[in-house]
């Protein structure tokens, strides 16, 4: 079971304004690779943000902006899905970066292992923290970009192995699709009807 999981934040209420992106390999539940930078979103930053995350725009003066990394995210990413808690923040993040530059999208798949917890657990809530708590997983240092991808990558983890099934499995039992950057979101697929 491999996969990259990743996480962002932002500097303001853009999903395109990322100022930071933390992404971990994971291996059959371990941690092989990681990858982190701040990134000079070219924004404003809002008060709202930074007292979420603690980034500001001093922190990201000289640091590299979105077209000046992309290529290290998908050269880390290669051909592993990725997870996110809750993609559609995420994903449609990085996505929205791309247009913002106006840089070709790349076809890259991905699933939520916010989705996941949802549709095998029935808890108060799915939040990253609790599920983290959840399953035992540190939970510490909260909105930093790289600590969330980790916590995502071992909620992930534990919510296959403990029902004993992979990536694959699960989307075809609960009737997912995969997401990819810049076609379709990770849903549901429509029924059939007869």
Known sequence: MKYVALDIETANRERSSICSIGMVKFEEGQIVDEYYTLINPEEYFSYANIEIHGITEADVKGEPTFPEVNRDIESFIGDQIMVAHFSQFDMYGIQDA???????IPPLN???SYRLSKAMYRLPNHKLVNMAKYFNVAAD????????ARMAGH???NILRDNNLS????NAYHNYQ???LGRNGYTKKRRSRY
């Open 167 to 170: 990536i694959e499995e699960f």
């Open 178 to 180: 995969l997401g990819t």
């Open 141 to 148: 240092n909260h909105h930093n970009a790289l600590a969330d």
């Open 155 to 157: 909620i992930t983890y």
């Open 110 to 112: 991905y699933i939520c």
């Open 98 to 104: 791309y247009r913002k530059y106006n840089i070709t």
